[in-house]
């Protein structure tokens, strides 16, 4: 059996999939039951865990043979990011308690680096893990093509894609979604000793324009991108609710500038970016 975290969102759903598939038992540990109802209906175990619960946690991960974790996504935290902190503890707890035959952990491009961002919490996480006497594997993924969703109603309604992302022929690695929960799954269901990265990206590089041009196609009209100043973000985010958004810049930053990038050669998935634009204004 192999016990889930964030099989309700896109990455741990398609693990979960994934191992259904091939006729191996799972565990969706989830907050609530009632985030339960349709993973029960498809055969899974079930476990009732808060991230920050050690005790639940450690429940939830017993007599298991692996585990996928995942930090819940947070765009928005504090400056010393105290709630991953707390999370990031809570798993090591429960993880040196249950001791399962082994462990695949969602990280991100860039968590080598030694630069401050909001993907830092990534490389607590790495930090933390890596210090355990279990066999962990770090898959580092790219940027998710699935981001794009926040872009297809301004694109269909005006045909503007505003990007962070300068300048607009740059491309940098992106994933899908697809992709990342295929990996774990496979990579959950491998041997091997002690501590390892895989990092993953797409077929190929996206660049702002290629994004652009994808948009347009899956909805039939020209989209133009813009690049959002600099000196424009931090009122944006601001305006948008966030109270700490220096991560989130310095992150932008790091794309930019180019040190936010893969530390080896990464695996290449198989999803395109059209195949992921297409599906994404289908349902947006």
């Avoid at 770090?138 to 894609?161: H, I, K, Q």
Wanted: with cysteine.
């Amino acid at each position: 059996m192999y016990a889930i975290t964030g099989i309700t969102g896109q990455v741990g759903g398609v693990v979960a999939q994934t191992l259904l598939a091939q006729g191996e038992a799972v565990r969706a540990v989830v907050r609530s039951a009632a985030k339960s109802v349709a993973w029960q209906a498809r055969g899974c175990d079930v476990a009732l865990a808060d991230m920050a619960d050690a005790d639940a946690l450690a429940r939830a991960f017993a007599g298991v043979q692996g585990v996928f974790v995942l930090l819940p996504p947070n765009f928005d935290p504090s400056a010393d990011f105290a709630e991953s902190r707390a999370i990031i503890a809570a798993l090591a707890k429960a993880l040196q308690a249950a001791r399962p035959a082994r462990v695949v952990c969602l990280s991100t491009v860039g968590a080598h680096a030694t630069q401050p961002s909001l993907l830092s919490q990534l490389s607590l996480l790495e930090q933390r893990l890596g210090a355990l006497p279990l066999p962990v594997t770090f898959l580092r993924a790219a940027w998710f093509m699935e981001n794009a969703a926040w872009d297809v109603a301004r694109a269909r309604t005006d045909g503007v894609l505003e990007s962070y992302l300068s300048p607009l022929g740059r491309a940098i690695p992106m994933v899908a979604t697809a992709d990342i929960g295929t990996t774990a799954a496979e990579l959950l269901r491998e041997s091997w000793e002690g501590k390892r990265v895989v990092e993953l990206c797409g077929p190929e590089p996206v660049s702002a324009q290629a994004l652009a041009d994808a948009l347009g196609r899956a909805l039939g009209r020209h989209v133009a991108p813009r690049v959002v100043p600099r000196e424009e973000w931090e009122a944006r985010f601001h305006a948008q609710g966030m109270r700490h958004p220096t991560p989130r810049m310095q992150m932008l930053d790091g794309f930019n500038d180019g040190w936010m990038t893969f530390e080896g050669t990464p695996r290449r998935g198989t999803t395109t970016l059209a195949e992921v634009v297409r599906t994404l204004a289908a349902c947006h």
